[in-house]
């Protein structure tokens, strides 16, 4: 069982092998990497109350004693949550180095890593539930940070989550910005988890990365065999490709493709996106309810979660496309959700 680092502890009374759970929770199977940033959480984390998700944080910038006490008065804060396989690079990339001069004194950003994703705690013993996320993200950031109020912004699998959180606490979300949510809106019998996974997840070849959604939801097993080739292994990956396309440094959404486990993949697919279908609307009515403001953003191209999702739709172009215009679109609904408070 070396092999496989399943760590056990012997009951010499029994003489049988048991799991020695603390320590099973904090390490990694065989067909997820071992290299040292993948591990990295390890480190800090030994009980459950101490795992804290991976936080970017982005202050407001001041300028002077009086603009630094307006900027302290005035601030607000936006926390972003990723889509699926990704991490809080998404919005570190695009959004922030966008934000205009004008709104930097204004607000302060916290791009979150996902349970499970980037930088953030991988734990085996989790089930990665939509519970299990939004309470990581109430307990790294929100009481953390001793939120008062915040805006969110999410995309993809992040929508759901930020759907959940901006439900649960209705009185202090500010507005909640979607972009391309799978919220499928024939999914709400008691079959919803499955339509949801026909839909995001269909059985295909081709294209190559529909194929590799097929075979991560479906088949469990080969899509353990997948994740041991590819993510196991990233770093040799990364080596090839820099040799191929004479790069220095890669994109960043081919090197967070790697940065998660099957565990955590696996488990988030199936209990967030899929597991939370037929709860959508009442997130949306008690966020109707409480007079939250929300936007959604949706490519009209989306292959993955189509235009249909959506409730309220706006033409805008994809992120990597027109990221200043799409901060601005953000500033403008932070601004406009400014007289709810």
């Known amino acids: 069982m070396g092999f496989l680092r399943f760590p056990r502890k012997w009951d010499d009374s029994k ?64 926390i972003f949550l990723h889509g699926f396989l990704s991490s809080s690079s998404f919005w570190t990339e695009t959004v922030f180095p966008n934000l205009s001069d004008h709104q930097r004194n204004n607000y302060r950003l916290f791009a979150v890593d996902l349970l499970g994703f980037g930088r953030s705690p991988k734990p085996r013993d989790k089930l990665y539930t939509l519970r299990d996320h939004f309470e990581m993200i109430e307990k790294s950031v929100i009481s953390q940070f001793d939120l008062k109020s915040f805006h969110l912004v999410a995309h993809s699998m992040g929508c759901i989550i930020a759907l959940a959180l901006a439900a649960k606490h209705p009185n202090i979300v500010r507005s909640i910005t979607l972009v391309a949510p799978p919220c499928f809106p024939d999914s709400r019998d008691g079959a919803a988890s499955l339509a949801v996974l026909k839909r995001v997840a269909e059985k295909r070849l081709w294209p190559f990365p529909t194929f590799g959604t097929a075979i991560m939801s479906w088949y469990e097993h080969l899509g353990r065999c997948l994740c041991f080739f590819i993510c196991r292994h990233h770093r040799t990956w990364e080596k090839i490709l820099k040799l191929l396309t004479q790069r220095r440094e890669l994109h960043f959404l081919i090197m967070d493709l790697t940065k998660h486990t099957h565990q955590s993949a696996w488990h988030s697919m199936h209990n967030v996106i899929c597991g939370a279908a037929g709860h959508i609307d009442g997130y949306l009515e008690r966020l109707v309810k409480s007079g939250v403001k929300v936007c959604v953003i949706h490519g009209d191209r989306d292959q993955t979660a189509p235009v249909e999702c959506s409730h309220y739709i706006k033409t805008k172009t994809v992120i990597f496309r027109r990221t200043k215009e799409f901060t601005r679109s953000l500033e403008r609904v932070w601004a406009s959700s400014a007289a709810r408070l």
């Open 15 to 78: 003489k049988t092998s048991i799991v020695d759970h603390e320590v099973m929770k904090n390490s990694h199977r065989w067909s997820d990497c071992g290299c040292e940033s993948c591990v990295s959480w390890m480190n800090n984390c030994v009980q459950d109350d101490e795992q804290k998700l991976h936080v970017q944080i982005k202050e407001p910038l001041q300028e002077g004693i009086e603009g630094s006490r307006e900027s302290t008065a005035a601030m607000e804060n936006v």
